[in-house]
């Protein structure tokens, strides 16, 4: 399938990298590279060309050994959205590596979003010795007290400077010795060569990116993670719940007779399930314990994470005709794809399917050469974990609207 139409106007925008040119390979530049001196993971130009120099488990052990020690660790907490979840699951496993974590969620404790997970699971935390408190990061020294003293602080929160900053300036000011951030493999600008490696042009109006720039031009020890999609207990970005609410689920016979009188809805097995386009675009979902374990090796080894970047994703594609049968298998039942072309039919894709519509897929590369990481995802088994919270959690048995996918099914 040819891959995104609107990567025309990147084939030749590069933040740096190797691409190939006439035969030759070319090193590309920006002055995007002044802000990332480290941020560079180059592309394969050729068969020919020298394969990048592989970090050894020796070299990497021995940057662990030299910023070994139990740290004191500040994570900035997102209150909404999918990345709250990477905080979660970053503490669990540094407080199991014997670290102090101290965890500042936006917001207030008694608000109605910390009644759902992952914050509904803060006593995991709490219990295993972190520290959590709520406040506004804005005046973050406030929020943790005047005393608190930390080693690493990670933002997983801010998405431009005007919210991160204060959080540098502050960690700058009281002596932080490493800085991370939790960016966005959405920043990337659209490649007619997919995958996304560390390196690759950026959309310079994104929020994401000024931040990077910020935070390379106030630490030497930084390091920035782009994630995309991910999946895992305690999330509650409704993606996979999408397929799910979807035409995959299965009711108990004894549930039929509680909705034969309501209109035909999505839970109801048979309903075809809507893909925009042909259902072979390619995108990433990652386990979130993978990307937490990515952000903790940059904590356990922070020089050798010093000024890079890192895609947080896992090292598996799927497609969405991928992703549905999988969802189905891990709910038991047999799916109908109908594909359809939104413009045709008249629907927002964005509105109509909970991924972007076109090729969307990032590697690991940086992470493996650098920290040794490796991904321990596994979509089939992990959406089933999933689907066992969505059954039990009585969703499948709710009423819902499906304006759009009745529209789509009748044009098509």
């Known amino acids: 399938m040819a891959f995104s139409s609107t990567a025309a106007a990147a084939s030749t925008a590069f933040v740096s990298g190797h ?53 004191s660790v500040l994570i900035v907490n997102t209150n909404g959205g999918g990345h709250a979840v990477i905080g979660f699951y970053l503490a669990k496993d540094l407080l199991a590596a014997g670290h102090a974590v101290t965890v500042l969620t936006v917001g207030d404790e008694g608000s109605d979003k910390m009644k759902k997970p992952p914050f509904s699971r803060f006593s995991e935390l709490t219990s295993a010795g972190a520290t959590t408190v709520w406040g506004d990061p804005a005046d973050v020294g406030a929020a943790v007290g005047g005393g608190a003293s930390f080693d690493v602080v990670l933002d997983n929160n801010g998405k431009d400077l005007d919210a991160v900053k204060p959080v540098v300036d502050w960690a700058k000011a009281a002596g932080v010795a490493q800085f991370l951030f939790v960016s966005s493999a959405g920043i990337y600008t659209p490649s007619d060569e997919p995958p996304h490696v560390e390196g690759d042009a950026v959309k310079e109006s994104a929020g994401h990116v000024g931040v990077e720039k910020y935070i390379a031009e106030q630490f030497g020890s930084w390091a920035s993670f782009r994630p995309q999609y991910m999946i895992g207990s305690g999330n509650n970005k409704d993606c996979e719940e999408w397929f799910f609410d979807s035409k995959i689920t299965q009711i108990p016979p004894t549930k039929f007779s509680q909705i034969s009188n309501r209109p035909k809805q999505r839970i109801v097995r048979g309903r075809p399930v809507p893909i925009p386009g042909s259902g072979m675009q390619v995108t990433n979902i990652s386990h979130v314990r993978d990307l937490a374990s990515m952000v903790a090796l940059a904590v356990e080894s922070p020089g050798a994470a010093a000024g890079r970047i890192f895609n947080c994703v896992s090292d598996r594609a799927v497609t969405f005709n991928g992703l549905v049968k999988m969802c189905a298998a891990a709910a038991g039942a047999q799916p109908e794809i109908l594909h359809y072309d939104p413009a045709a039919v008249g629907v927002d894709a964005k509105k109509a399917f909970p991924f972007r519509n076109m090729h969307f897929y990032a590697e690991p590369r940086a992470a493996k050469e650098v920290l040794g990481w490796r991904s321990s995802t596994n979509l089939p088994e992990d959406l089933k974990e999933r689907f066992a919270e969505y059954a039990s959690s009585g969703r499948g048995q709710k009423e819902m609207s499906f304006d759009l996918d009745d529209k789509i099914i009748a044009a098509a």
């Open 19 to 71: 691409r190939r040119r006439g035969g030759a390979c070319h090193l590309l530049s920006s002055s995007f590279l002044i802000a990332f001196p480290r941020a560079v993971a180059a592309r394969r130009c050729g068969e020919a060309a020298a394969a990048p120099r592989r970090v050894g488990a020796v070299t990497v052990r021995a940057q662990a050994a030299a910023g070994a020690g139990k740290k």
